[in-house]
């Protein structure tokens, strides 16, 4: 026995090769039913006859009438439309087998393997062999080559079955066997393609007979598909043949290939449709969410240009929580916005390059360039609005300082001057006596030194005032009008003071007999008295500082001052021992002293109050720097701490953003292996939150500290904060390239091994790891992929890598274009080809073709967008499908 085997196998594919050679394995033992060898000898004979009728001729005994080969060869040459050698005419047994073998030469060049088949089997007129080859004839010219949705073959004959019959009641098509013995599975496949030749509802299960004499002769009368099986046959047989049934079937699905080219058609225009929709429906999500988030932009702007000034300090602080609440609540969400409005803009333009659509454009003012200009502009806002808050609370404290310095200093001025213009303007010289007059002028003399020594507190108030003007201060209105007041007063005092003087030195002359001891006593004690009035002035002057260093230095200088208590308490005594003196040398002489001293209202008892009161300040002075210096050093505990914990963060933000640059470079693995190790990464990052939420709250008990300054670190939270989003946008963006790949791979079919390529020869030439390259280093590349690159073409390839012009082409723009240049994609033309054949070759199509051969909403979303037909040709009603299907890829309006 001779064992034929395939020359050639470049005619199918894998998966139907496998087929044909699990079929070829003829089961012999099958043909020892008498019923299924009786269904198929019937079923073959009238298959081969619809063959070789073609050619005028037909066979009555299947095994008798190919023993010589003549007939076989030329059933070949029918239904393969092919040349076979010249047989030979002789009548003996060597003549034939001849023949037989050319047959099975040439069904072994068509890739099929015959395993048991000789040709001296079929020559002898073995019933199970010659069977056996038909059969295979049959596989390989009528079954194998129909192809429905990715399937092939007899799966692809099964699936064409049941798509076909699928809206049929009591059909339910399984197999090639029991699914068809009732009959109404031969009759809904006619009366899908042809509703007029069958009444089907009038059909019922339960007269399979009927059933099937009437798709048999339907089939044979009006399809000239002849009759391959009895009725009774089947009916009459627990299990039909299978290769008969598929025999017939293929007949069936042969007759009917026009439909079925229709139905292709419609698939064809479906997946286009649908991806349409689906892309329309992405650009109107960016456009809400590009919209939604500019007006957010557009309301928070005004808010953080708001410079409105407040009165205090606790006013300006709740404004600071308002905008802590904004950074830590409000924005974050909007941050997430904007990088999904980036990944879903750049997924939107990968599917319609893949699609071979026209890139998205979208409304005016919602570019992602605009939404980032916006964005900018946004954080320029709020850099400045925090900025501000912080000056202003400085502001505000140095106003709250200045008025309360200059309130203090007004009633202690106030306070001095109260009762002096009565004092100035009275006239006690006029009838006192020369000893009471020289004493007068004495005191006079002395007023004036006090006066002078108060010129240095006025100019204060009125630099303080003015200070205060100068800082916008709320209230600076009483403030002028207090100072105006005190300023017209002094000049009131100076004048007053001048006046009087002139009237006293008019009767110096008559004056005699001064008390020298008086004039020392009302010298020394009136700068002794304005010395302990600007101590205990200075001792309860309010202070501010802002570190360690300026606390100490009022320490210092507080000390200071208490170094010089020694020498002002011998400056007392000493004052308080000319009084004694007084005293002593009064009643030495018998003198009668009048009352107080002439030359002076400085009691030796007020210096002593006010040298008690200055001493009881003293402590309660180191006690206030004590405490501020406590609060300075817990101040600069927080600055270490948040330094702290900012160094590590930054370090951490810096060598993620490194990591991230590498990895996107140096990805091994599938492309789902890489999402999904990004993916992972991503999550490690997102891990480290609660450090970061450490740091927010170290910076807000820095804030609460009013600490503005932090010697310890260069970080400020501004800045950390810009790095974490970077940090974050930049994987999410990193993860969204891989995620394009992978539709790109998918789409366009390109396999693993190819990306692995690509990126190599990428990453070859990208010298600089940057993950893009310059024009001078894309040339390069592509002539290393083979391009044979003119000045002409290369331009053509950089407008499409790099449309805006930037000079730098990306990884994702090299794969979307090596994939275009190496795989098959949909065109206008070809949509409007299948467009054409739903039409039946009219130039326009109606909306109810539309909706008998899509799917409701396809064929409605058609006929809404599909203008009227203008041709020559025109009916009522017709519909333009070619203006429409070049509108599809972006060749006109629709």
Not at 378 to 407: C, D, M, N, T
Not at 830 to 852: G, H, P, T, W
Request: a negative charge; aromatic letters at 8%.
């Amino acid at each position: 026995m001779v064992d034929y085997h395939a020359a050639n196998n470049q005619s199918s594919s894998g998966a139907v090769q496998t087929y044909m050679e699990q079929e070829n394995d003829w089961d012999r033992d099958l043909l020892l039913d008498p019923a299924w060898e009786r269904q198929q000898r019937k079923t073959f004979t009238a298959w081969c006859n619809s063959h070789l009728r073609k050619a005028g001729t037909q066979i009555d005994n299947i095994e008798e009438d190919f023993r010589d080969g003549l007939k076989l060869m030329l059933l070949l040459e029918v239904i393969s439309g092919e040349r076979l050698p010249k047989p030979e005419r002789g009548k003996m047994r060597v003549h034939k087998i001849n023949n037989v073998n050319k047959a099975l030469n040439f069904i072994a060049s068509k890739g099929v393997k015959l395993v048991s088949i000789g040709a001296e089997e079929i020559v002898d007129g073995n019933v199970k062999m010659t069977l056996g080859m038909i059969w295979t004839i049959i596989l390989r010219f009528a079954i194998q080559d129909i192809s429905v949705e990715e399937t092939s073959a007899k799966e692809g004959l099964l699936l064409w079955c049941q798509r076909k019959t699928a809206p049929y009641k009591n059909v339910n098509v399984q197999n090639f066997h029991i699914s068809w013995k009732d009959g109404l599975a031969f009759n809904a496949l006619i009366h899908r393609h042809r509703p007029d030749l069958i009444d089907y509802d009038s059909l019922r299960k339960d007269d399979p007979v009927t059933n099937l004499n009437n798709a048999f002769e339907v089939a044979e009368k009006h399809l000239d598909i002849p009759k391959m099986l009895d009725a009774e046959d089947i009916v009459n047989t627990a299990r039909p043949d299978e290769k008969a049934i598929m025999t017939y079937v293929s007949s069936f699905y042969h007759a009917f290939s026009g439909a079925q080219k229709a139905e292709t058609a419609a698939n064809r225009i479906c997946k286009v449709l649908a991806v349409n929709q689906e892309n329309e429906q992405m650009m109107e999500e960016y456009e809400k969410l590009a919209s939604d988030l500019l007006e957010w932009i557009r309301r928070t702007i005004p808010w953080l240009e708001n410079r409105t000034q407040e009165k205090t300090v606790k006013d300006l602080q709740a404004k600071q929580e308002d905008f802590r609440d904004y950074r830590c609540v409000h924005k974050p969400p909007k941050v997430q916005e904007k990088c999904q409005l980036e990944i879903s803009f750049n997924t939107l333009q990968t599917k319609l390059r893949l699609s071979n659509r026209p890139a998205f454009m979208p409304s005016e003012g919602r570019m992602v360039s605009d939404i980032n200009g916006a964005w900018h502009t946004l954080e320029g806002a709020e850099k400045g609005y925090e900025e501000w808050i912080l000056s202003e609370i400085r502001r505000l404290e140095r106003l709250e300082h200045l008025a309360e310095k200059f309130h203090q200093k007004a009633a202690i001025h106030e306070s001095w001057t109260d009762g002096k213009e009565a004092m100035l303007t009275q006239k006690d010289y006029e009838t006192s006596t020369l000893a009471e007059v020289k004493a007068l002028l004495k005191k006079h003399e002395a007023f004036e030194s006090d006066l002078a020594a108060h010129q240095d507190r006025v100019e204060q108030i009125a630099a303080i005032a003015q200070e205060l003007n100068q800082l916008d201060y709320y209230d600076a209105a009483n403030v002028n009008a207090r100072c105006q007041k005190i300023c017209d007063q002094w000049d009131i005092l100076g004048a007053l003071t001048h006046s009087r003087k002139d009237s006293l030195e008019r009767t110096e002359k008559q004056l005699e007999s001064i008390d020298e001891l008086y004039l020392e006593y009302a010298k020394r004690a009136a700068p002794f008295n304005n010395w302990m009035e600007g101590a205990m002035e200075d001792l309860q002057d309010m202070f501010i500082v802002h570190n360690i260093v300026e606390i100490q230095d009022l320490i210092t200088a507080h000390e200071q001052f208490k170094s010089t208590l020694t020498e002002a308490n011998m400056e007392r005594e000493a004052i308080q021992s000319i009084q004694a003196e007084v005293q002593k040398i009064a009643q030495s002489n018998g003198i009668k002293l009048s009352g107080s001293n002439p030359y002076t209202t400085i009691t030796p008892e007020s210096i002593d109050n006010k040298w008690e009161r200055a001493m009881a300040m003293v402590p309660q002075r180191d006690n206030a720097l004590q405490e501020e210096l406590n609060k300075q050093k817990s101040n600069d505990t927080l600055r270490a701490t948040f330094a702290t914990q900012a160094n590590a963060v930054g370090a951490y933000i810096k060598d993620k953003m490194e990591e991230i640059g590498r990895i996107s470079i140096e990805m091994n693995g599938t492309l789902e292996d890489q999402l999904t190790n990004l993916k992972e990464y991503q999550t490690s990052i997102m891990s480290y939150m609660p450090e970061i939420n450490k740091l927010e709250g170290y910076h807000q008990l820095i804030q609460e500290a009013l600490i503005f300054d932090n010697q310890y670190t260069k970080y400020t939270m501004e800045h950390l904060r810009v790095g974490w989003e970077q940090l974050l946008t930049t994987i999410a963006r990193t993860i969204n390239e891989v995620e394009n790949q992978i539709l790109t791979r998918d789409a366009k079919g390109i396999s693993q091994e190819q990306l692995y390529e690509y990126r190599a020869s990428f990453n070859h030439f990208d010298k600089k790891r940057s993950g893009q390259m310059v024009s001078d280093d894309f040339r390069a590349l592509l002539i290393s992929t083979g391009y044979s690159l003119g000045d002409t073409e290369f331009a053509r390839i950089m407008s499409i890598v790099d449309p805006n012009g930037s000079g730098a082409v990306t990884f994702q723009a090299f794969i979307d274009f090596m994939s275009t240049e190496t795989t098959d994609r949909d065109t206008a033309d070809q949509v409007i080809a299948s467009f054409k054949i739903l039409a039946a070759d009219k130039n326009y199509i109606m909306a109810e073709e539309l909706r008998r051969e899509l799917p409701p909403d396809q064929a409605e979303y058609c006929i809404a967008r599909m203008a009227p037909y203008t041709g020559p040709d025109a009916v009522p009603g017709a519909l333009d499908y070619m203006s429409f299907s070049t509108a599809l890829y972006g060749e006109s309006d629709l």
